[in-house]
């Protein structure tokens, strides 16, 4: 049974940086899908973005609209953690940012969320204009 936990969140001015964390235990992944959901009050969750790690150990990411080219998703195996670096941070960006994980699976339809069987606690991050 994997587990998730985000770290990283914070308060930001409107054009800050932060970097998330996702430390995943209980699992030592060598292929699947990782990504990155948020969600603001009164809102439906977002896809954000994911990574996949497959058996030649690419890392094929990819990206919602509205995040590409400022955020960029990483990992580093040996650590069983993705990144979420998050760069130009506008208001709009401010919610509650999950990791999920499909372990293994690919990252078909990923921005949809679903067979998606392990969830992190959430991480809050809060742009301010």
């Known amino acids: 049974q994997a587990q998730l936990v985000e770290s990283g969140g914070g308060s930001v001015q409107t054009g800050g940086s932060l970097r998330l964390s996702c430390v995943a235990s209980g699992y030592k992944y060598t292929t699947g899908c990782m990504a990155w959901f948020r969600q603001a009050p009164g809102k439906k969750r977002e896809g954000v973005g994911a990574i996949y790690t497959g058996d030649t150990g690419d890392g094929s990411t990819y990206y919602a609209d509205s995040v590409t080219g400022r955020f960029t998703i990483s990992r580093e195996n040996d650590k069983n953690t993705v990144y979420l670096q998050m760069n130009s941070l506008k208001p709009e960006d401010t919610a509650t940012y999950f990791c999920?994980?499909?372990?293994?699976?690919?990252?078909?339809?990923?921005?949809?969320?679903?067979?998606?069987?392990?969830w992190g606690q959430g991480t809050q991050v809060t742009v301010s204009s």
């Open positions: 999920a994980a499909r372990l293994p699976g690919g990252c078909g339809y990923w921005e949809t969320g679903t067979a998606f069987p392990y």
